[in-house]
Every structure is written in C-alpha cells, then in structure tokens.
C-alpha cells in the first residue's frame, strides 16, 4: 500500500491529494490485499511443483508417481493362532475354515477382529481337529466393482477405502455377462509379460487413494468391453491391533460351535500409511 501510494503522489493529479482519509485508501487496502493473496498462491502453486518443497499429499504422490514408486499403504496387523474343534459329528473327517472366519481380540478398551485370508482345511480320523499356526489378519473384507466401458475417456478403477492393505488386493473380471471369470494377479514389473498375461497395477490415485489399472493389449491382458471389474481388499486399523494375545471365535466353523483358540504369537506388524517426508 506504501508503494502504490508513493507511485501515485509522483503523479501531478494526485500531488495533493489526501490517500489517508478518502475513498481511495479503501481502494488501495483492496489492492493491496489482493496482490498479496496473489502472491501467496502464486508461491503455493511454485511450491507445489517440486517434490522437495510440495505440501500437499496429492502433489507429493503425484512426483512419487512419475519416478515409478508407489507410498506403502496400510498394513494390517497378524497374529497365528491355534483352533482346535470338537465336533459333534463323529462321523466327520475334514473341516472346513473358509476365508473370512473371524475371530475377535481387545488392546486396551478397543476390540478389534482378525480374520483368515485363506479357506483351510483340517483333516482327522476321529472328532478331534486342529488347525496350527494359522495367520490372522486385523481388518475386514471389502469390494469395489465396475463395468469397463472404453467408450469413456481413460476409465478409473478406484479402491473406495483409504485404510487398504495392498497386499490383499484381488481382482476377477467377469466377461460374456458372468460366463467366464478370469482371476488377475497383481504385477510389479513389465518384464516377462505378453498380450495374453492377465495381470493388473496399482497406482497411487488422488485423495490419498489408489486405483487399478490394466493391460493394453500388448504389455497385459485387455479385458473385454463391458466386462465387470470386482476389486476385493481388506482395510484395516494400522498400528493399533500391535500387541493383541488373546483371541476369541466370533462364530461356528463349518456348523462346529464346540472351538478352543490358543496363540502362538500375538499380533504385530501392522502401519499406517507412508508419511509424506518418508515418500520425499
């Protein structure tokens, strides 16, 4: 304000002119006001432009993003445990733990619930059956789905939930309305892959999230038109299931209501998300 009204006293109209009590002062504290919020965005936007000095998380991500890496994400807590079954059938011969079983543990005034990642299968010649270092993971499971339309320009393939362990991502496209599914695993890498191969990516995406993405036809599979995508993942509690012993069924297994659950080690290794000066 200083500088523009020494600017305008250099001018003849304005020579006796009285800036401090007129309606010019309002006007000049509104141009100054105004240059100085343009100044401020203007270094906010030059910040953000560089890894080095960028703020906010999408920039920082979006940098990330062009040298090929992507920020660790959650990752959920696990612990093995040991279940043993009585079951009322002595007929019985095998059982079944399907993926998801679900079994419950408290840290402090909080509960948390584990479950399994994979159906397990017990075997016994009489009506006793153990199941023995079994992993658990903390979180629960979730699923995004879409149709893939290429008509659209650049379809996203979105994971919804912030909290995703990206080690327990999973993806099935189902082409010719549901009556093939073909399972894709998850590659990290180009090298050894064909138009045929079906794999698909993870990249960082905005808003702290990530998306999948798939082949063109000639590095990776492309999946059909209108195909439905069905992303399955579990989100988990980072850090705060560490430490859980004991665990607790929250329900039969195959029928059997009659389970003993011991631990063989207490749950650790669960994160929370990369910072952003980890990602810098």
């Known amino acids: 304000k200083s500088s523009l009204k020494s600017y305008l006293k250099e001018q003849d109209r304005f020579k006796d002119y009285d800036f401090e009590g007129s309606n010019m002062s309002v006007l000049l504290e509104l141009l100054s006001y105004n240059t100085y919020l343009n100044a401020y965005y203007l270094q906010m936007v030059g910040n953000e432009m560089f890894l080095d000095s960028a703020q906010l998380r999408d920039s920082v991500v979006s940098h990330a993003k062009e040298l090929n890496y992507l920020p660790r994400s959650f990752s959920s807590a696990y612990a093995r445990i040991n279940i043993e079954i009585n079951s009322t059938d002595s007929s019985k011969r095998s059982l079944v733990m399907p993926k998801g079983t679900s079994f419950l543990s408290r840290v402090g005034d909080d509960t948390f ?34 149709i893939i339309d290429y008509s659209e320009n650049n ?126």
Not at 118 to 143: H, P, R, W
């Open 155 to 280: 379809p996203r393939f979105k994971i919804n939930n912030k909290n995703v362990d990206l080690s327990s991502v999973s993806v099935i496209i189902m082409e010719d309305n549901g009556a093939e599914q073909v399972q894709y695993s998850r590659a990290i890498s180009l090298l050894d892959l064909d138009k045929d191969s079906p794999v698909f990516f993870i990249q960082p995406s905005a808003n702290d999230t990530y998306e999948i993405a798939f082949g063109d036809g000639v590095i990776g599979r492309r999946p059909k038109n209108n195909s439905v995508v069905v992303i399955e993942y579990r989100t988990c509690s980072g850090e705060l299931p560490n430490g859980a012993q004991k665990f607790i069924n929250s329900g039969r297994i195959d029928g059997e209501s009659d389970i003993v659950v011991s631990t063989s080690s207490a749950a650790n290794y669960g994160a929370v998300s990369e910072s952003l000066e980890s990602i810098k």
């Open 113 to 146: 619930s584990f479950a399994t990642d994979q159906n397990i299968v017990a075997s016994s010649s009489d009506s006793s059956f153990e199941f023995n270092d079994v992993l658990v993971y903390e979180g629960k499971y979730l699923s995004d789905s879409y």
